[in-house]
């Protein structure tokens, strides 16, 4: 089996734009680069990765498609770009020529306008992206949904994956409006929805009972040809190690079959990212 984890980040705290990431969250602050995840891919037999963007700046970006360069298990980027400049297509251009970069992801979750995605300035930059061929990476919340649902259909032609399962509140266990609306997102061919980060919505008091509702749910709505597996590291360690979620991931998969595991866990991510 290819495992590919589809979700990961590195940063290096010195860069000094990772507004989100103080002392306060005392697990995860510090430097986190290739040699730390490393040894713990090779241990779950995980052969390739998408490196997602942690911070909002050009210098992020950069940051990640020069370790890209550096690390060739690094098989895609999704990176950062400011879709509120007028800059924003060329800047889209110029990124969309390294061979590494597949996707864009704005951190919807931390801007406090909830109709952001649906404003006419940012046509221009969703355009950008479709045009080069790239994914867009939708980091939003439950309350987002339904705006990100009037978005896809403004550009059938955007191919989405829904980062973290949109991040619903397993740790209180509110369930029924995130799931209706999840659920018709999926009728929605071109969204694809990424299996991660559910450990840490779920708290450190979390468990395999308590995500696989969840799971269970996005499983049914996109099928396991557009669920993709990714670890969320190394935010998961708030919760989990990377091998308890490994492990978890294996228990909440296990009804499926061989193809539709080796889909999930890397032939998705393959397909839907283009990675070589």
Known sequence: MRRIDAHQHFWKLSRGDYGWLTPELSTIYRDFLPDDLIPLMEAEGIVGTVLVQAAPSDAETDFM????????????????????????PRRIAELATHNRLKGLRPMIQDIPD??????????????ALIGHGLVFDALVLPRHLKNLAVLVDRYPEMTVVIDHCAKPDIASGTFEAWAQDMAALATREQVSCKLSGLVTEAGESWNREKLQPFADHVLAAFGPERVIWGSDWPVCTLAASYSDWCEATAALLQRFDAADREAILGGNAGRIYGLS
């Open 114 to 127: 909830p109709d952001w995605m649906l404003h006419p300035q940012r046509d221009a930059a969703f355009r």
């Open 65 to 88: 498609l020069s370790l890209a360069n550096e690390n060739a298990f690094i098989r895609g980027v999704v990176g950062w770009v400011d879709f509120e400049s007028p800059d924003a």
